[in-house]
């Protein structure tokens, strides 16, 4: 039976908690019905970083809408995986309604909000009394390096996990970042506080500028602006330089990111692959096709590492925006070639195609990722070379510029996509540029979560050669 919030039909839920453990009564049901109502395509998707159910099950209404219409012959089943993963109230999701997504007006160094403040205390039950010590640094900005110095000690605590949790092994992305298993921290957490936050206000304040020079340089074309007209630069003001307290809300942000980054790959790997596995046992003739987005995607992917040996079910999988290395897959790394990615080899896994759709216009992945990626160890910094040296920096992600360094890997527009739609490589790793339609969205996300479109549910569609 459909959700009565999902318009599609039948449709199941999944949801796991933070170290991957699968609510029994859901797993069977689905495990059950999904033989009754001789399901053979089963779509199944794991969202981002949405702050709750309500947020994650209108996204899967609003992408899944589409699909019965694209494929009517088609004997489709549609999961909607729900783990705890969190967005910072700050992030618009376009074209969702003020109440669904709590959207509040985006203010460099501004006080924790309301909404991002009950976000946190959901994802991690049992910190108060730290998210309340956060929240008040944030809102008084006391002078000094030494202070910057606690704030980054209270939100490390924040976010740490136990050495014997299950998901303190899945902060890694490539073997470089690990010595025997144990992952090095990102140097948001062991390096200089009160520098980081200078980079992370840098950046975020690089990244406005170019937003408004873009909004206004439309804007001047629209009124028939020639381009030898001047007009003052955006961020050019000596009172907008950023200083260290601008930055320190991106830092919480940031650490956040790496804890889920951190949860779905354990999500991933512990709960859905191993859910997977169970449905190849009741259900040995359903086509499983998997989708994430932003983490969502590093969850699916992590899915195929624990899957049980000899399982062939997943026919597809599907990136959208993905929040996690574009080395992942990589069996070497291109400036590190005795390290590889975590997931190397494991699209192999897929009896099908990997395909990442990515976006120029996704600023949360493109500006400020890289920063937030960097390993311990990793002397780079920001500044100095700017932002379009970031685009291309070691710590890149699939959702900015796709799959890097996997011999075979075949590129598309989405256009050229959709048009090959049928001739689709049926196998190995897929770029497909959707700039196209992953465009919109305010800072400081960009398009990261401008995902639901009719080209991209198509796209699900091709990958899993769904009629």
């Known amino acids: 039976m459909a959700d009565s919030e999902v318009g599609v039909t039948p449709y199941w839920e999944l949801t796991f908690d933070a170290d991957g453990d699968v609510n029994g009564k859901q797993r069977d049901r689905l495990l059950r019905e999904v033989v009754e109502r001789g399901v053979k395509d089963l779509i199944v998707f794991a969202h981002g970083w949405n702050n709750d159910r309500s947020a994650a099950t209108r996204l899967y209404s609003r992408f899944f809408e589409p699909i019965p219409a694209l494929a009517p012959n088609a004997r489709l089943g549609y999961v909607g ?9 700050d992030e618009p999701i376009p074209d969702f309604e003020r109440a669904v997504t709590e959207v509040t007006e985006v203010s460099v160094g501004s006080a924790l909000d309301k909404g991002t403040r009950s976000a946190l205390l959901r994802a991690f039950p049992g910190r108060a009394t730290l998210i309340d010590q956060i929240a008040r640094m944030l809102d008084r900005q006391p002078d000094g390096d030494a202070a910057l110095e606690e704030y980054g000690r209270l939100v490390r605590l924040l976010v740490e996990l136990r050495p014997e949790a299950p998901g303190a092994a899945f902060a890694a992305d490539t073997s470089s970042e690990s010595e025997e298993g144990s992952p090095s921290d990102p140097e948001m957490f062991v390096g200089d506080t009160a520098e980081m936050c200078r980079e992370f206000a840098r950046a975020l304040a690089e990244a406005k500028a170019e937003a408004e020079a873009t909004t206004e340089d439309a804007a001047g074309t629209a009124a028939g602006a020639g381009p030898g007209d001047e007009r003052p630069r955006a961020g050019a003001a000596a009172a907008d330089i950023p200083q260290a307290w601008d930055g320190a809300h991106e830092l919480l942000r940031q650490a956040t990111y790496f804890a889920m980054k951190r949860r779905a790959g354990a999500v991933g790997e512990r709960g859905l692959g191993r859910t997977v596995g169970r449905l190849a046992q009741a ?24 899957l049980p040996k000899g399982v062939r079910t997943v026919k597809s999988v599907t990136l959208l925006q993905a929040a996690f290395s574009h080395y992942a897959f990589a069996a070497r790394l ?32 493109g500006t400020v990722y890289p920063l937030a990626s960097r390993t311990a160890g990793d002397d780079r910094t920001a500044a100095g070379f700017g932002l379009p040296r970031l685009l291309g920096a070691r710590w890149g992600a699939l959702g900015h510029d796709g799959v890097q360094a996997v011999s075979g890997t075949k590129a598309f527009t989405l256009a050229d996509a959709l048009r090959a739609r049928a001739t689709l490589p049926a196998s190995g790793c897929v770029n497909i540029d959707a700039s196209a339609v992953v465009r919109h969205g305010g800072l400081p996300a960009g398009a990261h979560s401008d995902i639901c479109h009719r080209e991209l549910a198509q796209v699900v569609l091709a990958a899993g050669r769904i009629h």
């Open 81 to 89: 995986v729900i783990w705890p993963s969190m967005r910072f109230s």
């Open 334 to 365: 291109p400036h590190e070639t005795r390290s590889g990615g975590v997931l190397r080899g494991h699209q192999e896994r897929i009896d099908g195609p990997l395909v990442c759709c990515f976006s120029r216009f996704d600023s949360a992945l």
């Open 283 to 306: 259900a040995p003739g359903v086509r499983v096709h998997l989708v994430g987005h932003s983490f969502g995607g590093r969850l699916v992917s992590f899915a195929l590492r624990g």
